[in-house]
């Protein structure tokens, strides 16, 4: 992983000075979710319950008849709407993740690669496996450095509206809301929501530190830098 980490850092992917370099991070911000997909797609086949977001998804898909990745997409372009609408900074990997993960993990599911778990001992070990497939790839997406998840720039954007409130206590709130919702229309619940409700942050955390990555070290480019960028440099080609 160490090696990897350094092929990042010498290919100069933080930097987006020119249309190569953005069509590079794209194309690995692509990859990275495509992967992180089939990272959540064996949370949901540990069948212990899905992850907060992953309920109401699931639950959605179960109640309108659509794919998963297609709930997927209308809960994250929804959120990218209030991400743009409260003014947080828009990156054009954030319309990447809204479209990739879902239908990655509706891509896994239509070949389906992996089963559902019968044991939840078996359940809880894809579980972990999966959150931590996750977290290195939302590490290589990260350093494409065109835009955090459109989930987590809602919870920065809450966070600076309510301050009177821990980040850590609206992230708690936000995803019991969205779990309950979930659940009413009839998502998983169970054990694996509580494991990814309170796993995911420290196994990112540790994945993050076994790379000596920081993410807030990162600058992510906006779109409109990004479309600026690009614009220049190939009209001046």
């Not at 990218?80 to 319309?95: C, Q, T």
């Not at 990655?104 to 778990?117: A, E, H, M, Q, T």
Request: glycine content about 8%.
């Amino acid at each position: 992983m160490g090696v990897f980490n350094d092929m990042l850092k010498n290919a100069s992917l933080h930097q987006n000075n020119s249309w190569k370099q953005i069509a590079m991070n794209m194309l690995l911000a692509a990859v990275s979710l495509f992967i992180n997909g089939f990272g959540i797609y064996l949370t949901i086949q540990a069948n212990i319950g899905a992850s907060p977001w992953d309920v109401l998804h699931i639950g959605m898909s179960k109640s309108l008849g659509i794919l998963y990745g297609t709930a997927s997409i209308i809960v994250s372009l929804s959120i990218l709407a209030i991400d743009i609408s409260l003014r947080e900074p828009i990156g054009i990997a954030m319309f990447i993740d809204s479209i990739v993960v879902g239908k990655s993990v509706d891509f896994f599911n239509r070949i389906n690669l992996v089963p559902k778990c019968t044991s939840p001992v078996l359940g809880v070990a894809v579980m972990l496996l999966g959150l931590t497939i996750a977290a290195y790839t939302q590490y290589t997406y990260m350093t494409a450095s065109l835009g955090c998840g459109p989930r987590d720039t809602l919870l920065v954007a809450l966070s600076k509206r309510i301050k009177k409130v821990p980040i850590g206590g609206l992230s708690i709130a936000l995803l019991t809301t969205v779990t309950f919702i979930g659940w009413l229309l009839g998502g998983p619940v169970g054990i694996g929501t509580l494991i990814s409700a309170f796993a995911t942050g420290p196994i990112m955390q540790v994945a993050f530190k076994s790379v000596k990555f920081n993410a807030a070290e990162v600058h992510h480019q906006r779109i409109d830098e990004s479309f600026k960028t690009v614009f220049t440099h190939s009209h001046a080609a």
